[in-house]
């Protein structure tokens, strides 16, 4: 009998074993068996196998299924990824946030700033072929303004547009807008081709945005499976040059840690989000090459301008004086995310004032404040009890743990409440806090401002009113003249200092990484800075 | 019996539609909400929410937003998905394989290999092998999945490079056929065996200690005073007593295949039902979190039901008027 139960175990053992050995040479995982991986080489093996080609197939990860292949209809980080590869705006944002030209080759702006006019690069073809022209740049707006995409808003002050011929379109505004080409060049901002999208019932649900997406970029859509991955193949009339790799193949990886083994391991080539804590291990490996994503954002600290205590004036310089962004950033990040100084991230020389800032740390003010407010301790020895909101994940909740040790030197007790991103907004946005973590992307124009400072901004958490800074903005917003603009902006932030409904703490810092034969990926390689960061057109796989 | 199983499909189809109830309410009391999820966090559009509200038709009360869905549910129709521009029941469709695939196959390799080892350890409690199986079952049962998923990866996929780290298929490969099926296999094994191993301590232990307890029964002892051969004792009494317990436990585990398993899907990638319902739990995308848990109930009903009918197959006692 037992002998019997155990040739059962022994056949399955074996049958688990032959499984896994049966695998085909092609798949050469054998090849990085000593850890030594070589993800190019063994693409290498693998069209070998097959073709017999040098067949260059870039592996990218991305977290999650794009939602949709409209990417105008969406506000999809997964979309707007492959988006940049399939389709291509009428300008760009570069790697460090500046605005590049694509579609659009050079533009003018006339001196009143109403009128737009580009001039579209000439004998583009979408990927099917047909012939690319002002018009569909035209119907795009349109119908991103019909349907409410994401763009609407920005798009909301154009009063006509007009294609006098194939390769140029006049956009003219209702009123002057400083930040219209950077919103033009930002999110969501993808041309479609017209002789697809044209009478169709749902922008999202039609052929076009599904299973045949036909854009201008420098892949074409081959096939993408659920939960698994998105195909493209090179685009060989990309306007922007031919691109060298064969394939781009986006592999849905949905576990941080997983993704960043599976990429030393060979399997993936390209991944976006490092794990903070591994970066120095890949900095210091010169099988790799890694790159960092910082510009225009950060964390700072949001107060509740209706909070108990924080709509206290002494209660917020108070909190300021007790932080020290320096031990947030070498205790919370590791040092990965540098100090934020000032009130705007410092991306725009011309925007930035590097005068208004919070100062240094200084417990002994920090305390002397309180007093003077007439706050006094109770019998845990506090002055008073507040709670800090930070998302999950991340190293929100790590900042905020060294934030509480600062705050509690100062007689302020701190809880910190770690939520995901959905109750996080449910939680702050109702107006239910005291301090929260907020972070994301202030550019690409100053203008975002208006959205989290602004009265009634969409992400303005603080509920931070000031009349003179929303005339500020509105100034700002129509003037043309970029020193100008700037000088408005640099006193918008000098009055932030002072009124403080936030505090800067650290620039953000986003990972990427990429095995050291790769070159042309502009998160990696900065100096491929024509071209939208997720555009692989240059990228090459060096194999030998 | 007839009129027993007709009466027990009756409250079947009752509980579904409590659960159908229970979960409209309960995903939407769960904080946060998908228009604004939807919408982006760094520069959200009013216009832009308003829009997506008036699609699905968020902007309704309550109550007619369940009649509407209730509605559509009795048409087979589960609704659309808010965030993929996809119905749920072809997101479901399209995942639905890879979780049977995996959860079935473990669910089935648990099964077997705690049986057996149950059997085995069962037979003499408190032997050699007994320990041994306990002390390993102890330890399997302590460990997180998707930290054994992680070690097991570290050991065998960038440790040694015998298998691949994560996904369902290699990326580089252009074969097809055989050669494609093989490669899924070999994707399956790491997944596979985290969810066996964790899987593997209920069966063994129920197992285990139903063998121990029909051994010690009055009627065994008597068995084998009469001398009747100790293999023919286990197999025609022992059995099929000892694996009672057992099969009602692997039919609960079986209702819940079709869920598939969130913590090793994500752990390593795996293309399953339990990724897309951790995801539709982030986003809020209430449809397809309440046909997710529509098929889960169905899958439960219907397994408990087939477990009575099982159970009265195999024990002869068991009888329903």
Sequence with gaps: ?????????????????????????????????????????????????????????????????????????????????????????????????????????????SEDGLTYTFHLRPGVKWHDGEAFTSEDVKFTYEMIIENEGYLAKDLSIVSSMECPDENTIVITLKEASAPFLASLAWYSNSILPKHLYEG???????????????????????ESKSGVSITLERNWDYFGGQPILDKVIYVVS????????????????????????????????SAYKIGCLSAARRYQMCFNMNGTYTKDLAVRQAIAKAIDRQEI?????????????????????????????????????????????????????????????????????????VIKSQLDAVGIDVTIEELEEGAWVEKVFSGNYDLCILAGMQGPDPDNMTNRIGTGGGLNVSFYSNAEVDDLLAQARVTSDQEERGAMYKQIQQILSEDLPLVPLVEYAGYYACPSNITGLPYIDTSVDELAPGNFGRVSLNLD | MAKYFLKRIGTACVIVLVVIALNFVIVRMAPGDPVTIMAGFDNPSEEFKAAITAKYGLDQPLPVQFFTYFARLLQGDLGESYYYNSTVRSLIGERFGASLLLSGTSALLAFALGTILGLIAGQKAGGISDRVFSTGAYICNSMPSFWLGMMLTLVFASRLGWLPTQGMYNMRMTQEGLARWLDVGKHMVLPVTTLTLIQIPSYFRITRSSVTQVLSDDYITTFRITGMSEGKIFRKYVLKNAILPVVTVFG???????????????????????????????????NVLMGVYLIIAVSVAFFMILIDLVCAKLDPRIRYE
């Design chain 1, 1 to 109: 009998m037992k002998r019997k139960v155990f040739s059962i175990l022994f056949a399955a053992v074996m049958a688990v074993s032959l499984a896994a050995c049966g695998g085909d040479g092609g798949s050469g995982n054998a090849d990085t068996a000593d850890g030594g991986a070589q993800p190019g080489q063994e693409a290498g093996n693998a069209s070998g196998d097959s073709a017999g080609g040098e067949e260059q197939v870039l592996i990218v990860s991305i977290n999650g299924d794009p939602t949709s292949f409209n990417p105008d209809a969406v506000t999809d980080d997964n979309a707007g990824t492959v988006a940049d590869n399939l389709y291509s705006g009428l300008l760009a944002l570069n790697n460090n946030e500046e605005i590049i030209p694509d579609l659009a080759e050079s533009w003018e702006i």
């Design chain 1, 200 to 222: 169709v019932e749902d922008w999202t649900t039609c052929e076009a945005a599904t299973t045949n997406p036909i854009g201008t970029g420098p892949f074409k859509y081959v």
């Design chain 1, 254 to 285: 949905t576990d941080a840690d997983t993704t960043y083994q599976a990429f030393l391991n060979g399997e993936i080539d390209y991944i976006t989000d490092v794990p903070a804590a591994n970066v120095s291990t890949l900095e210091a490996d």
């Design chain 1, 329 to 401: 950033s070498a205790k919370g990040t590791n040092g990965l995310q540098a100090p934020a100084y000032g009130f705007y991230p410092p991306f725009l020389d011309w925007a930035y004032n590097d005068q208004a800032d919070i100062g240094s740390k200084d417990t002994a003010m920090a305390v002397q404040l309180l007093e003077d407010a007439g706050y006094t301790k109770d019998a845990d020895g506090y002055y008073m009890h507040l709670t800090l909101e930070v998302f999950s994940g991340g190293t929100y909740a790590d900042c905020g743990k």
């Design chain 2, 252 to 286: 609960i585990n079986l209702a819940y295949v079709v869920a598939g398993s969130t913590l090793v899907e994500t752990v390593f990638s795996w293309p399953g039902i339990g990724i897309m319902m951790y995801t539709a739990i982030s986003n809020r995308d209430y």
